[in-house]
């Protein structure tokens, strides 16, 4: 003999309902704890209680409404075992989904936070080799300036004025990582204006800059360590006129720069390694590129070279993509 209507349908919106607010206090479980590999058996007696509890609900709610209704107590008493199995599942599987969904929405999160976390040390790196030029620079100013006040007041008021344009040129970049080469060419133009004062006459430079080079982007503030570093190791330890070359090109969408200084190979310390100028435009491309390759320096005869290849940003952005996807 079958259930009627009233009956089955007593049945089910008590049971469903009541397996609806299990699922549910499983889920809210998931969603503020995951088990770890060792808590999985923790989770497992869980559920078996859980579903024990649903049980014995549901026979409590169902006889409140079904007491007297034989057929439905016959029908319960015949298959209790396949209602608990069925439950079980139910509440088994739907452990699974909550685990799995937030399992990975906790992974998500996990990853957001490292990249971030990333990010943040790697600006904060790049600031503080940013700001470890402008001391470096203005040091060697303000000795040049001292030293030319008592002979050269005028040459002194004039270089004062340029290093004045120049840090007011380099506070507008402070903010901003990537320029055009033109920007970056007007600022080592101020640069090396400065630095003709200091040494005068012994001071030459060549700039020559391809016009599909002048399109492109550099890291800011790039340019000057670059030949900071080829007229210390150019004028410091030779006499006579120096001259620098800067050669700017483009070369299979990178931007190629190329410094030439002469050295003296017995008495210059160029030939021994890079200073902090080129360490820190070799630690800034590395940052902001991901790459140690990018800054090479060679020496012919007594020509000292410092080559930079500068992926464009675009670029930049796939190349990090990349390394982080690995």
Same mark, same amino acid.
């Given at each position: 003999?079958?259930?009627?209507?009233?009956?089955?349908?007593?049945?089910?919106?008590?049971?469903?309902?009541?397996?609806?607010?299990?699922?549910?206090?499983?889920?809210?479980?998931?969603?503020?704890?995951?088990?770890?590999?060792?808590?999985?058996?923790?989770?497992?007696?869980?559920?078996?209680?859980?579903?024990?509890?649903?049980?014995?609900?549901?026979?409590?709610?169902?006889?409140?409404?079904?007491?007297?209704?034989?057929?439905?107590?016959?029908?319960?008493?015949?298959?209790?075992?396949?209602?608990?199995?069925?439950?079980?599942?139910?509440?088994?599987?739907?452990?699974?989904?909550?685990?799995?969904?937030?399992?990975?929405?906790?992974?998500?999160?996990?990853?957001?936070?490292?990249?971030?976390?990333?990010?943040?040390?790697?600006?904060?790196?790049?600031?503080?080799?940013?700001?470890?030029?402008?001391?470096?620079?203005?040091?060697?100013?303000?000795?040049?300036?001292?030293?030319?006040?008592?002979?050269?007041?005028?040459?002194?008021?004039?270089?004062?004025?340029?290093?004045?344009?120049?840090?007011?040129?380099?506070?507008?970049?402070?903010?901003?990582?990537?320029?055009?080469?033109?920007?970056?060419?007007?600022?080592?133009?101020?640069?090396?204006?400065?630095?003709?004062?200091?040494?005068?006459?012994?001071? %030459? !430079?060549? *700039?020559?800059?391809? +016009? @599909? $080079?002048?399109?492109? &982007? =550099?890291?800011?503030?790039?340019?000057? /360590?670059?030949?900071?570093?080829?007229?210390?190791?150019?004028?410091?330890?030779?006499?006579? %006129? !120096?001259? *620098?070359?800067?050669? +700017? @090109? $483009?070369?299979?969408? &990178? =931007?190629?720069?190329?410094?030439?200084? /002469?050295?003296?190979?017995?008495?210059?310390?160029?030939?021994?390694?890079?200073?902090?100028?080129?360490?820190?435009?070799?630690?800034?491309?590395?940052?902001?590129?991901?790459?140690?390759?990018?800054?090479?320096?060679?020496?012919?005869?007594?020509?000292?070279?410092?080559?930079?290849?500068?992926?464009?940003?675009?670029?930049?952005?796939?190349?990090?993509?990349?390394?982080?996807?690995?």
């Amino acid at each position: 003999m079958g259930l009627d209507w009233f009956s089955a349908l007593t049945d089910s919106i008590v049971s469903n309902t009541l397996l609806i607010y299990v699922s549910m206090l499983l889920i809210t479980i998931f969603r503020f704890h995951l088990p770890t590999k060792q808590g999985f058996f923790n989770l497992f007696i869980w559920i078996v209680l859980l579903t024990i509890g649903w049980f014995f609900i549901n026979e409590w709610v169902t006889n409140f409404f079904l007491k007297d209704n034989h057929a439905y107590q016959s029908l319960m008493k015949n298959t209790w075992p396949l209602r608990i199995a069925t439950a079980f599942l139910i509440n088994g599987c739907v452990s699974l989904i909550g685990y799995a969904y937030y399992n990975w929405k906790e992974h998500n999160e996990a990853e957001k936070q490292r990249t971030e976390a990333e990010k943040l040390t790697r600006d904060a790196e790049l600031y503080k080799l940013r700001q470890q030029l402008q001391p470096h620079f203005l040091f060697n100013s303000l000795n040049s300036i001292n030293a030319l006040i008592g002979s050269r007041p005028a040459e002194a008021r004039s270089m004062v004025q340029q290093l004045s344009e120049f840090l007011r040129t380099t506070l507008k970049k402070e903010e901003q990582q990537w320029v055009k080469l033109e920007e970056e060419i007007h600022s080592l133009q101020l640069y090396l204006d400065i630095e003709k004062v200091r040494f005068g006459n012994r001071l %030459e !430079t060549h *700039i020559e800059i391809n +016009a @599909d $080079a002048m399109k492109l &982007q =550099l890291p800011a503030l790039l340019l000057q /360590p670059l030949v900071e570093n080829a007229i210390k190791f150019g004028l410091y330890d030779i006499t006579g %006129e !120096t001259l *620098i070359k800067l050669k +700017a @090109d $483009a070369e299979n969408d &990178q =931007l190629v720069i190329t410094v030439e200084n /002469p050295f003296d190979a017995e008495t210059s310390s160029a030939q021994k390694g890079t200073g902090f100028g080129l360490n820190s435009v070799r630690r800034r491309l590395f940052l902001l590129c991901g790459r140690n390759d990018l800054l090479q320096t060679e020496a012919k005869e007594n020509i000292f070279i410092t080559k930079v290849l500068i992926p464009q940003p675009m670029e930049v952005q796939k190349l990090l993509t990349t390394e982080h996807q690995l």
